[in-house]
């Protein structure tokens, strides 16, 4: 079993930007997929980016497309979630999962797909 913790999240101004860690224990991360959610006050919880367990694929939510990066580190055990040029509609509960899967080069954009959930970090853009 694995678990992810989430940190990087704070208070910015429009504009700024952040980044998120997906911290792992217990497992590797060599052959999890991870996805990046988030859920903003009110609204359901949407998918923002993931990337393959391995080959390095990534998807992005078209609102997030040209500002955030995925990326994973994996002597470190960690994806991270790079977040420019935030904007208010950013503002949310950053929540990042793991999905088991040996196929490479493959996304999973749907939260449906994981199995281990980090507990969320929060991401305030307000000016």
């Known amino acids: 079993q694995v678990q992810l913790v989430e940190s990087g999240g704070g208070l910015v101004q429009p504009g700024d930007s952040l980044r998120l860690s997906c911290a792992a224990s217990?497992?590797?991360?060599?052959?999890?997929?991870i996805g990046w959610f988030r859920q903003a006050p009110g609204k359901e919880r949407e998918g923002v980016s993931c990337?393959?367990?391995?080959?390095?694929?990534?998807y992005y939510a078209d609102s997030v497309k040209g500002r955030f990066t995925i990326y994973r580190d994996n002597a470190k055990n960690t994806v991270y979630l790079q977040m420019n040029s935030l904007k208010p509609e950013d503002t949310a509960v950053y929540y990042c999962?793991?999905?088991?899967?040996?196929?490479?080069?493959?996304?999973?954009?749907?939260?449906?797909?994981?199995?281990?959930w980090g507990q969320g970090t929060q991401v305030t853009v307000s000016s």
């Open positions: 999962a793991a999905k088991l899967t040996y196929y490479s080069g493959i996304t999973y954009p749907t939260e449906d797909d994981y199995d281990y």
């Open positions: 217990g497992r590797t991360l060599d052959y999890y997929a």
């Open positions: 990337i393959s367990s391995v080959g390095g694929s990534t």
